[in-house]
């Protein structure tokens, strides 16, 4: 196979469009003649799809190269599909050809109904004998969108290689028998329609089928599939439809997959459906995901709100490098990948209004001092998950970045909220507490940031911020005293996980003691009925777009410190919050809401997914 020279790659649009008429017409010729299928109008052409790279990448940057399904011979050309898994993106070529052969990819995001077609489209030059197409995408992660690609050919004659890839695929593939399910959940309530029952199930693997019971004769039962959270269903309707026999009450479909690894499609949902036979209306249970897992059920749910593309949970800068974090905590290598893709599309410089209101400097730096340590407590995170040094470099140079604002000229010490030096508050002090003592326990034979991580811990204990009640209020005043401001969960919680990690580098227990105190206190002050509930939480008040996510912060803290004490009773407490946000907070798409113990208003997105999260990890 040869590369696509420059100059054959440049075709003029007239070109291409007498091209693409002449296509037209041989396919319908072969269509007449019997020499191809008739096919379906393709669908009108679509956007640039961006996923891990955007459509159009060159061959040469593949991670891999595959051969999925089998080559096509068109008049002795060689018509060959070509994949990377790594990418998700794959290629045609043709060979053995002559000057004017052509290839191209057809993408499909219906099941192979309709097409985006002609992608890539490239033809043999003069003197050679092959070429290849650029790549493309075959799934749209980002936009929830499942596809299959095949390459195509034109050499005389018209063909297409096989579709890949048809079938799902998980811990088992598309179309398993039930009778070898692993166990039977029924995750949402059977509907009912003449008197029979159609239920959905879903096993320990994920994977899902449908029953009729009560039923006669000819009536069906299927599966719908939603990439989309059952907006739309394309590609996924009517699977593994099948009838009562004779003398049967009832059936039950093959099992088929919710999730997709190799697409990054993590969050499918399902649905059971019938039907009667002496009537055309049907019935369907709700949409359901699966929750064979506390936190992967929750991780995929948050995952569907990760846009690979621009790589962040748009659109929140400091909240998705606590979202990254969380993803790390769950220590599940399907999302490994998360990681690289965040770090490397994020550390250069975004213009105000990109990634926030503010502009990113580069290397996660903006004039946010407590934006920037959490992106340093993500990296920190990324290190210990994966041991590549260019994370643990990167939190150094943030923790470079957020050390320039401590000023013992104001209060002693203490670090500044904002550039603008306008305040010294509990988060920010909090995060320089975590990062300073992390940074010690990485970097090799450090004594600078040990130091600073012991100033940081005598100056927070000294400051005020922690009140008579042993709950850390919002700031201090301009004359440095504590404010009397909303105690916030997560300030709580960064009191817990700095000393923690101070108490690690240092062994000094009065550190760890103050933690526990504090964790005492917030299992007293910040619980009701025993689960974390933030002032926000209560009554008909709803939380910001900050505050959503400030009980998981909470939660990552107290964990660590249940980890190092061995607290049956923090166990106990750390326990009763995963069982709440899984029993009364979790809908069936096992998407999670602000108020951890259910009620109402509740308000549900990423943000509340990743602090109920951090809530279901263990301890």
């Not at 995750?187 to 029952?197: H, K």
């Not at 401001?485 to 003691?513: F, H, P």
């Not at 990423?606 to 602090?611: K, P, S």
Request: hydrophobic share 40%.
């Amino acid at each position: 196979m040869l590369p696509i020279r420059s100059a054959a790659a440049a075709r003029h649009t007239g070109v291409r469009l007498v091209r693409a008429a002449a296509l037209a017409l041989v396919l319908l010729l072969g269509a007449s003649a019997g020499l191809l299928p008739a096919a379906p109008a393709r669908a009108a052409a679509e956007p640039v799809v961006c996923a891990l790279s955007c459509d159009r990448l060159d061959p040469s940057k593949a991670g891999q190269e595959t051969f999925p399904v089998p080559e096509k011979r068109i008049n002795g050309r060689r018509l060959v599909l070509h994949v990377s898994d790594p990418d998700g993106m794959a290629w045609g070529s043709i060979d053995d050809g002559v000057t004017g052969d052509a290839v191209w990819l057809d993408r499909s995001w219906d099941g192979g109904a309709t097409w985006e077609g002609l992608l890539g489209k490239a033809s043999i030059p003069g003197t050679w004998t092959g070429t290849r197409t650029l790549m493309y995408n075959i799934t749209d992660p980002g936009r929830h969108r499942r596809g299959l690609v095949r390459a195509c050919g034109d050499a005389q004659a018209v063909a297409c290689t096989d579709w890949v890839y048809p079938a799902v695929c998980d811990v088992r593939c598309d179309r398993t028998d039930s009778a070898q399910a692993d166990g039977d959940t029924q995750p949402v309530p059977a509907t009912t329609l003449f008197g029979r029952t159609i239920r959905l199930h879903i096993d320990r693997n994920g994977m899902a089928w449908g029953g009729i019971e009560a039923g006669g004769q000819g009536d069906e039962v299927w599966l719908d599939r939603s990439w989309d959270s059952g907006a739309t269903w394309p590609g996924g309707s009517s699977l593994g439809r099948t009838s009562v026999g004779a003398g049967a009450a009832g059936t039950r479909t093959a099992m088929f997959a919710t999730r997709d690894p190799r697409g990054r499609l993590y969050a499918g949902a399902v649905r059971a459906c019938g039907r009667e036979a002496a009537h055309q209306e049907g019935s369907c249970t709700a949409w359901a995901r699966p929750a064979v897992n506390r936190v992967r059920a929750a991780a995929d749910a948050l995952m569907y709100s990760y846009d690979p593309s621009t790589a962040w949970w748009p659109s929140s800068w400091w909240n998705s490098a606590v979202a990254l974090t969380t993803l790390i905590d769950t220590a599940d290598p399907q999302y490994d990948w998360v990681i690289a893709r965040t770090f490397d599309v994020n550390r250069g410089r975004f213009d105000a209004g990109r990634r926030g209101t503010d502009p990113v400097e580069g290397d996660f730096i903006s004039r946010a001092i407590d934006d920037s340590a959490w992106w340093g407590l993500a990296w920190v995170a990324a290190y210990d998950r994966t041991g590549d040094a260019r994370y643990l470099g990167m939190a150094t140079t943030i923790g470079e970045y957020v050390h320039r604002f401590w000023d013992p000229g104001s209060c002693g010490g203490g670090v500044w909220w904002d550039r603008e030096r306008t305040y010294k508050n509990a988060v920010t002090s909090g995060l320089y507490l975590r990062l300073t003592a992390s940074l010690h326990r990485r970097v090799p034979g450090d004594t600078v940031w040990l130091q600073r991580a012991r100033t940081a811990a005598d100056w927070y204990l000294a400051s005020g911020l922690i009140n008579a009640d042993g709950l850390v209020n919002d700031g201090l005043t301009s004359d440095c005293r504590n404010n009397g401001q909303t105690v916030w969960t997560y300030n709580q919680g960064l009191a817990i996980g700095g000393l923690v990690e101070v108490w690690r580098a240092t062994g000094e227990t009065r550190l760890l003691d103050t933690a526990k105190r504090l964790a005492d206190a917030a299992v007293t002050r910040l619980s009701r009925n025993g689960v974390l509930t933030e002032s926000c939480d209560i009554g008909q008040s709803s939380c910001d777009d900050n505050q959503k996510q400030f009980k998981g912060i909470f939660a990552r803290y107290f964990a660590d410190l249940v980890r190092v004490t061995g607290s049956a009773a923090y166990r106990r407490y750390a326990q009763q919050q995963a069982d709440s946000i899984w029993t009364a907070d979790r809908d069936p798409l096992n998407r999670i809401g602000q108020r951890w113990a259910g009620g109402t208003p509740n308000q549900t997105d990423w943000r509340t997914q990743a602090g109920g999260l951090s809530g279901l990890i263990p301890s």
